[in-house]
């Protein structure tokens, strides 16, 4: 018994010195040879969120107290999932030359592929103050829901980064449909818009939208001072463990199989 608990415990000090090895690389990677490095990960979404606001602020006249910050919101949780998932989905194909040389725990680059998301996103928070800071607005004890969003949006990406990693593995056409199936996501969800204009039908079926709920839990902690009722925590939770399952088990079903098609 003693035996197998250190064998174990030697196996997930294994996986998580392999995890924050391939996080590290992945972040030196990311900002090699770059002048402003880091500082990207916070001018890029500040710097899209002054073209934005001014495309829909002047153009489509929408009337939404602080856009600059409900925009900035928006982009930045969306981009979490769609750059999550993208990875993720990619993460088996790229990890191939390493998978065929060493008996290795496949899950850990999905999941790498998303944490390393984690820590763009946590830097980009930086650049949420500033607009906070520019529009006067404190931070409340709101704030402290943030992790409970967080849980479940990477518990959502993470299930579905591990589908499309399977899905990719024997359908490469998956990887081409994904980018089109983000253009479409992005604006289905009120990103750049407010939801009252939609009518009502449009407003139900964005019910069924996990990402109009993860995005409107942000804002409401952050510019609205509100805190969601226990029911809209209930829905987060909800649309992440189910995903999260159901890619955990396709990808635990089909791993075997990787060898043969990477």
């Not at 040879?33 to 979404?45: A, K, M, Q, T």
């Not at 008996?103 to 998303?114: A, G, H």
């Not at 967080?150 to 024997?170: P, T, Y």
């Amino acid at each position: 018994m003693q035996a197998m608990q250190a064998k174990a415990s030697s196996t997930m000090e294994k996986n998580f010195f392999i995890l924050r090895t391939l996080v590290s690389k992945d972040f030196k990677l990311k900002y090699r040879r770059s002048v402003l490095g880091v500082l990207w990960s916070i001018l890029n979404p500040l710097l899209m969120m002054i073209v934005l606001s001014a495309v829909f602020s002047f153009m489509f006249r929408f009337t939404i107290e602080n856009f600059p910050l409900y925009l900035i919101l928006g982009t930045i949780l969306f981009n979490l999932m769609a750059d999550s998932t993208n990875a993720a989905m990619h993460s088996i194909i790229g990890a191939a030359p390493l998978i065929k040389k060493i008996r290795i725990e496949k899950l850990i680059f999905p999941l790498e592929s998303v944490l390393f998301q984690l820590v763009n996103f946590v830097i980009s928070l930086v650049a949420v103050v500033a607009v906070m800071l520019y529009f006067h607005i404190a931070p409340t004890l709101n704030l402290l829901a943030l992790p409970i969003l967080l849980v479940c949006v990477l518990a959502f990406s993470l299930g579905l980064g591990m589908l499309l990693a399977s899905l990719a593995v024997f359908f490469r056409d998956i990887m081409h449909l994904w980018s089109v199936v983000i253009i479409a996501w992005t604006y289905a969800t009120p990103l750049f818009y407010p939801v009252d204009m939609l009518d009502g039908f449009m407003q139900n079926v964005m019910n069924f939208n996990p990402m109009y709920h993860y995005v409107t839990y942000f804002r409401s902690i952050v510019m609205w001072d509100t805190l969601p009722s226990l029911r809209e925590n209930l829905v987060c939770l909800g649309m992440a463990l189910v995903t999260f399952l159901v890619g955990y088990l396709v990808f635990r079903k089909t791993e075997d199989k990787f060898i043969l098609y990477i």
